[in-house]
């Protein structure tokens, strides 16, 4: 799996990024959001239990990332069309607002993503900051959701760039900062 202190491998793959007819799919790069940080994440498959429920909380929580100068990419490495019919005939999905990639076979070899056995996507999350350096990589197996606030707890640790320790949050010390009054 792709490791922290990486560059991201630069992209550009097709996207579903709504259900209104013509306006359903869109290229997305690497490079579209500069100045940002990133938090892509994974699931195995469209038309799957465990996948809606993350997708859904990923969603419920855009506004927080927005907030932290992230933009939320999901996806698998089910194609557009794919993703465009899960999100057609499942109602949690339909009116989701992030973009849901297709992580081709090649993207997901590049990311070290792809599970040895079932050949699908991991459960995959990946924070990169805004110089395009990946700070943070998680895979769960196939079976277990992640829990969304965790990944904002690690984002808000990473964007302080100082140490912090076990179960910080934000409006918690830092470790840094502990440090500086112990001084």
Known sequence: MITPGTPLPEFKTTACVGTEKGKEFKDVSSSDFPGKWLVLYTYPKDFTFV???????????????????????GGSTDNEFSHLAWRNNHSDLRGIHHALLFYSPKLAQDLGILHPQAGVALRATII????????????????????????????????????????WKKGDETLTEQLKKAG
């Open 51 to 73: 996948c809606p429920t993350e997708i859904v909380e990923f969603d419920k929580k855009l506004k927080a990332f927005s907030d932290r100068d992230a933009v939320v990419l």
């Open 128 to 167: 990169v900051d805004p110089q395009g350096v990946v700070r943070f990589a998680s895979a769960n197996d196939l079976s277990v959701g992640r829990n969304v606030d965790e990944v904002i707890r690690v984002l808000d640790g990473l964007q302080t760039d100082e140490l912090c320790p076990c179960n």
